[in-house]
């Protein structure tokens, strides 16, 4: 019976799946509602884009009308035309080209929302990672500690410890069991948190791998920043000479008519020409002069952007570092005390030279150390991720 159960377990671990941070990603990726929205906006501003920018259609235009010659008879007449607008030049490109620019811009803006998204993601990642590794290290805690109350139990009733005393180690294990099924919800609510965004189905035998956790550094690499930033600038401010450029003409188009008009006693065929004289209106005049201010305008907005962006993405670096730092402090402070300093205590415990609240206290301040050490590392992921974001750093 042990065999085939035992059996029946590796099977089940060997249909476990195991996914990685590349993988949650992929995934990601694939089912975004977030990207498939941005290409679908994509596809709709370029249509928007070409409709605004089209040719005027062919005009059909005509007319009748009851004549009454004065030399006598009466009759109908009538007139029947077309007429049809023409831009010269590259001016419908300049136009088409203006606005796709400046689409090209926004959608670069809605790229860093992805962009966070997907950093949202590597962060749960890591925290649930973390949570597991608390898990972990608090249960072994845990059992180490429920071994030490079944044997202060024997002694209680070989009456070497008083009931007092058993129940305050009783009172303890009962905590640290309420911390540890505490510390397991919140690594399955990150778990289900983290498929639920990605689009994975799962199952309780799912797992997450946790053995590409990006490591706690004091400095850590982000190549060229705001790169999504200084795209969507450098497309705003080429929109905006563009549109210098399609104002400069002093001719951008013409319109051609031709009309064919049945009198009483007469055929007539007529040909027309319209030509704007655009010298007569300060339209492109001011049209220019609205390209200029908004050229200047973006710039202003792009300063004023970028120094706010240098100076939080300072401020990151620096907590960054502050946070690895404080993690190898933490841990030296903490193996220092696990393996120094808690033995002698559980040693002079168990030879009556220490009361139970004595050691009790070091036990707690044992554990305190560990969670403010996974406590920092949780603040370090956060703050590292929030760095990738404000910098646009593209890390897959």
Do not use: W
Request: hydrophobic share 30%; net charge positive.
């Amino acid at each position: 019976m042990k065999q085939l159960v035992l059996f029946l377990l590796l099977m089940q671990a060997g249909h476990a799946s195991t996914y990685t941070l590349s993988k949650i990603l992929k995934s990601a990726g694939q089912n975004s509602v977030l990207s498939k929205a941005l290409r679908q906006e994509s596809l709709a501003l370029e249509a928007k884009n070409k409709a605004s920018t089209a040719s005027d259609p062919l005009e059909l235009f005509g007319e009748g009308s009851k004549a009454y010659p004065h030399g006598g008879g009466s009759g109908n007449e009538y007139a029947v035309g077309v007429s049809k607008k023409f831009i010269f030049g590259n001016i419908q490109e300049q136009e088409q080209k203006a606005t796709r620019l400046s689409n090209q811009a926004y959608l670069l803006d809605e790229e860093r929302n992805i962009l966070n998204f997907k950093n949202g993601l590597k962060n749960i990642y890591h925290q649930h990672c973390l949570d597991g590794q608390n898990y972990r290290s608090f249960k072994q805690s845990y059992q180490e500690f429920v071994k030490l109350y079944n044997k202060k139990q024997k002694a209680y009733k070989y009456q070497e410890i008083s009931k007092t005393e058993l129940m305050q180690l009783e009172i303890e294990k009962n905590s640290l069991y309420a911390q540890l099924q505490e510390i397991k919800m919140q690594q399955d609510i990150s778990k289900q948190n983290l498929f639920m965004l990605s689009k994975i189905h799962y199952t309780e035998s799912t797992k997450l791998s946790c053995k590409d956790m990006y490591p706690i550094r004091t400095h850590v690499k982000l190549g060229k920043p705001f790169q999504l930033s200084k795209e969507a600038y450098n497309k705003r401010i080429q929109s905006t000479h563009e549109v210098l450029d399609r104002y400069s003409n002093s001719i951008d188009s013409i319109s051609l008519s031709a009309q064919y008009t049945e009198e009483l006693d007469v055929d007539k065929y007529t040909v027309g020409l319209s030509i704007p004289l655009n010298f007569t209106s300060t339209r492109s005049e001011q049209e220019r002069a609205a390209a200029m201010y908004q050229n200047s305008a973006i710039s202003l907005k792009h300063e004023q952007t970028m120094t706010e962006k240098k100076s939080l993405l300072s401020q990151l670096r620096s907590q960054l570092r502050s946070n690895a730092l404080m993690v190898k402090t933490l841990k030296r402070n903490y193996q220092k005390y696990r393996k120094d300093l808690l033995p002698l205590i559980k040693k002079s415990y168990d030879l009556g030279e220490t009361s139970v609240i004595e050691y009790l206290l070091n036990r707690q301040r044992s554990y305190q150390l560990r969670q403010e050490i996974y406590a920092t590392k949780k603040t370090y992921y956060n703050t590292l991720f929030k760095l990738y974001t404000i910098s646009e750093k593209k890390d897959n």
